[in-house]
């Protein structure tokens, strides 16, 4: 079983930052991808930024520039700064990452998906 612990969210002016955290833990073998999502009301969830099973690291054009992704691996986990925030920022952010871990004697790569945070940006 693996868990996604997410942190850092909030309410923040418009030009203001936020860092976001968020956390694997549980029977890991291997994180492949890993990265953030968005979903604000009506809309569809996109991708924020993240590394994928290739390597790279991937930012939607909207966030480019503002935005930073980090991740330590020593701690299986990752970052997002977010600067220069706009209110269309405002949505609530989910940490997701396909990882293998341990069931039972066997292991399984899975996608999992944080409980999400909120972000909102006032004008």
């Known amino acids: 079983q693996v868990q996604l612990m997410e942190s850092g969210g909030g309410l923040v002016q418009a030009g203001g930052s936020l860092r976001l955290s968020c956390a694997a833990s549980?029977?890991?073998?291997?994180?492949?991808?890993m990265g953030w999502y968005r979903q604000a009301p009506g809309k569809q969830r996109e991708l924020v930024a993240g590394?994928?099973?290739?390597?790279?690291?991937e930012y939607a054009d909207s966030v480019k520039g503002r935005f930073t992704f980090s991740r330590d691996n020593a701690k299986d986990t990752v970052y997002l700064q977010m600067n220069s925030l706009k209110p269309e920022d405002t949505a609530v952010y989910y940490c997701?990452?396909?990882?293998?871990?341990?069931?039972?004697?066997?292991?399984?790569?899975?996608?999992?998906w944080g409980q999400g945070t909120q972000v909102t940006v006032s004008s």
């Open positions: 997701n990452a396909y990882i293998e871990a341990l069931v039972g004697v066997t292991s399984t790569p899975l996608r999992y």
């Open positions: 549980g029977s890991i073998v291997s994180i492949y991808a």
């Open positions: 590394f994928t099973r290739g390597g790279s690291t």
